[in-house]
């Protein structure tokens, strides 16, 4: 009998009573597929499973969860040793499901299982940020960053990606800009920023497409500033006419430096970094990902 590649599947907790996922589960063991499950209670999790999974010698370990989930699992993968590093396979279980999303991942928790098992793996980039921290899809800084940090788990969970929105109105009072300068090749800017994005992938916060441009694997970071003073004016000259908005700064590099005069705060996929200065590097092929031959974040 034909003996299938290993595979391991960590499981967000919040995510881990789901019968339709259960259900996938047992149709793959029944098709002879080996799949061991393994559920995160508190951070660090899971990086005990990835380092599981490269002793075990699995083929593959599936992220279940939203992008914190496939954050923490990509940047443990991108830390264990070429030879020993199984692919990652992605399977939507969060709230706003950003990179999953935009990477095209089935909705459908059997086929993105089956996707996740059986794809084809490609070598994507990773985005390093000063000396431990990682993103795979986005950096974003300034009121997104505020909202996005500070939206209650029940808002998240009744609304879903529009929360972050909701809650971004409801707060609009301590929505202010982030004075800061920004480095990169042949890009240079300082001012006041009231939203910046740093794309790998395109888009974060639910939804929001902040790097309509990014590629996964061309070692370039997109970056998107939106200026100003005054937050109204600019969100709706942003909405209303994206292509030609003065309130919008495009650039793109393998790196950029970011430096403030005061505290400002990065979400990394949903995980917030503190500082006054960012350090952020492309580390090209630095994972495998198994994605769907039409993902349109592939150059």
């Known amino acids: ?3 299938f590649p290993v ?9 881990a009573e789901n019968d339709t996922l259960r259900s996938a589960v047992e149709v793959l063991r029944g098709e002879g597929y080996t799949l061991h499950i393994r559920v995160t209670w508190e951070k660090g999790d899971a990086v005990r499973y990835v380092e599981e999974a490269s002793r075990i010698g699995a083929a593959t370990v599936v992220a279940g969860g939203g992008d914190g989930t496939i954050n923490e699992v990509a940047t443990a993968l991108a830390k264990l040793a070429p030879e ?13 499901n950003d990179f999953a999303t935009s ?22 980039d990773l985005v390093q940020v000063n000396e431990s921290s990682f993103f795979i899809n986005m950096a974003t800084g300034g009121f997104g960053t505020r909202i996005t940090t500070e939206t ?8 879903g990606g529009i929360a ?8 609009m009072d301590t929505l202010k800009p982030d004075t800061c300068e920004i480095r990169g090749e042949g890009f240079e800017w300082q001012g006041d920023a009231l939203v910046i994005g740093i794309g790998n992938g395109r888009q974060a916060g639910g939804g929001q497409e902040l790097c309509p441009q990014a590629l996964i694997n061309d070692g370039l970071l997109e970056l998107r500033i939106f200026t100003g003073e005054e937050l109204l004016p600019a969100i709706f000259n942003t909405l209303t006419r994206p292509d030609d908005s003065p ?17 400002i705060t990065f979400n990394l996929d949903g995980e917030p ?12 092929n630095a994972l495998s990902c198994r994605l769907p031959p039409n993902c349109p974040l592939l150059g």
């Open 152 to 159: 209650p788990e029940k808002l998240k969970a009744a609304l």
């Open 7 to 15: 595979t391991l599947v960590i499981l967000n907790g919040k995510g």
């Open 273 to 284: 970094l503190t500082g006054q200065k960012f350090r952020i590097d492309v580390r090209t």
């Open 247 to 263: 309130n919008i700064i495009d650039g793109r590099s393998s790196w950029f430096e970011i430096t403030a005069p005061h505290d």
């Open 164 to 171: 972050y929105f909701v809650h971004g109105l409801i707060r």
């Open 1 to 3: 009998m034909e003996q």
């Open 84 to 96: 020993n590093r199984p692919v990652l396979g992605i399977l939507p279980l969060g709230t706003a």
């Open 103 to 124: 990477v095209g991942i089935p909705q459908e928790l059997d086929k993105a299982l089956q996707l996740a098992i059986v794809g084809k793996g490609v070598a994507i």
